[in-house]
Each structure stands twice: as C-alpha cells, then as structure tokens.
C-alpha cells in the first residue's frame, strides 16, 4: 500500500500525539510515585497503641533491612521519590505486617553505620511495592553508609502503625543485609482470591502496577525478596526463572508435592515482589529458589533460599 503525503503527515502526528500522551502519563505518575514518599523529620504520629502482638501471635518486626545501594539511585529519583533522592543510598525495609503510612515519617527510622555514626534520611516511600498486598517494603533514602562504612542496624524510633492499625512497630530493630550480599526471599503469603485480579496486564510504564496472574489460576503465592530483583543486566524475569520456583504444597492424604509455578505474575513494575501462579489448590508450605539466577540492582547474584509460606 502507498501512503500519500497526507496519510504520511497523519501518522507523523499521531505519533507525536501518543508520545507527548505516554510523556503526560509517565509525569503524571511520577508524581504519583513521589506523592508516596514523606521526608517529614520527626515523627508526627499521636496514638495510644502499643500493642505489638497480632490476634493470630504473630508479632510486629523488621524481616530485613537490605543495603541495596550506596549512592547509586537514578538521577529521576529526585522527581520520582524525593528531592535529593539521586544519586543516595538505597535501602528495602520490610515489615512483618503491612504499614499504614499515613503514619509513616521518614524521622521514624533510624540507621546506624559501622562507625556508630547516624545516617541523614531524606525521606521513605512504599513505591514502587505499592500494590495490594505489598505495604510492607518500604525503601528508605538517604546518605547513611558506604561501602567502606557499611549501616548495621535500623531501627523504628516513631509510632508507625500496622494497616489495621493495631500494632505500632516504635522500637523494632534489624540487622542490615550488607552491599555485596546477594538478595534472598524474606516473605512468602497466600493471596487472598479478593486480591487476584486475574488477567489484569501491567501499566505501560517502567513502574506502577504489575501483571497478574492469568485467568484459571487456581491459588496464588506471593513472594517477596529483600531488594528488587531483575535477570543479570536488569531485564525482567521470564520462563527460565519461573521454571526455577518449587512450591512444595500438601494435598491432605495425597500427601505433599513439588509444584513449578506455570506462571508468574507482578512483573513489570520494579518492585521486590512475584506473583507466583498455581495451576492446582492445596496447602502451600514453602517456597524455594535455587542460585544463581536473578541480580539485585548492583548486580549482586542471589544464593539459593527458602522461605517458608505465611497462611492467613
């Protein structure tokens, strides 16, 4: 087929139009992404909660603090976090329960170097970990270590409430993962089928909202990693990794077995989290990932893990 020049000039301004519209979106949620994060220096929380036990026994605490970055976040963190957020550290804290962070201020957290010297936080954001589900990541920014002067310790110095608002985290504490380790599972829970969204596809854009899981999935694993993970070079995950998960799961008296998940969802997005997609219902007991395979951001490989499945 033959374009004119007038057919030629309308597809020249259609695409013009899309991309000037992809360029609004990714504005636009880069200001989402920021209006996430809180750089307020003290914590201004007022609550009588100080309940740090949950009705199932589970009690509020710090799974991992992961020093995944020494002053190498991208320049448009400083529009897509918060003002001087490039080129800072970076560091995924995750909790035992999901936060509720109308409560969170960055003065809550406190990091602690090698040295004994007190990290600078410019501010805290549950982006891009901000899916249903997934408020329990939060990345804290700021200049608190180096490679030299590693952070050993966090530490919860505000109220900062769970979701439901019953627990309050003041005075938890971590150890922190070091630089050059490699990122392992830390967090593993049973989706609740309210928050499957199945066949839902990805934002168009880098961050934002992942995939789901496709329709006909029968139970759905989440898993969550102490830092980001990607393929080595930074390309997302595909069948090679999904084939590389093993769900060991009870059927009852057909006894326990192995499952590869034939799916994976929650890609797309930048965050720390796998949807992994079952194909049969049973009991997940524990997930398992061998070495090798996925990078953090620095490129680190990760070791093999496991990490057993959370039931609600």
Not at 171 to 197: K, M
Not at 242 to 250: G, K, L, N
Not at 299 to 304: G, I, T, V
């Amino acid at each position: 087929m033959r374009l004119n020049n007038v057919s030629i000039l309308a597809l020249i301004l259609i695409g013009l139009i899309l991309s000037g519209c992809a360029r609004i979106e990714l504005m636009q949620q880069a200001g989402e992404m920021r209006a996430l994060s809180d750089s307020t220096q003290q914590d201004t929380t007022v609550t009588d909660v100080t309940a740090t036990i949950d009705s199932s026994g589970r009690q509020a605490a710090l799974l991992s603090a992961f020093f995944g970055l020494d002053n190498g976040l991208p320049d448009i963190s400083d529009k897509g976090i918060c003002r001087g957020a490039a080129e800072a550290d970076g560091m995924p804290v995750i909790f035992s329960h999901e936060i509720d962070t109308e409560t969170m201020q960055a003065g809550d957290f406190r990091v602690v170097a090698e040295s004994g010297s007190v990290g600078e936080i410019n501010c805290v954001t549950p982006a891009p970990a901000n899916d249903p589900g997934e408020i329990r990541t939060i990345l804290v920014v700021g200049e608190y270590g180096s490679a030299e002067n590693q952070p050993t310790s966090v530490q919860i110095v505000g109220n900062l409430l769970s979701k439901d608002g019953q627990l309050n985290f003041r005075g938890v504490q971590s150890s922190v993962i070091a630089l050059e380790v490699g990122p392992t599972l830390v967090w593993s829970e049973v989706v609740p089928e309210r928050d499957w969204e199945l066949g839902k596809p990805a934002t168009p854009l880098p961050f934002g909202g992942g995939d789901r899981c496709p329709i006909g999935t029968q139970q759905v694993v989440r898993v969550t990693w102490a830092g980001g993970v990607t393929k080595p070079g930074g390309e997302e995950i595909d069948d090679n990794e999904r084939e590389a998960y093993r769900v060991t799961m009870s059927f009852g008296d057909e006894g326990e077995a192995e499952l590869v998940p034939y799916a994976i969802g929650d890609r797309g997005d930048g965050d720390n989290n796998h949807l992994l997609c079952l194909d049969r219902a049973g009991l997940p007991l524990r997930v398992d990932f061998p070495a090798g395979l996925v990078t953090d951001p620095r490129e680190d490989l990760n070791p093999s893990t496991r990490i057993e499945v959370t039931m609600y």
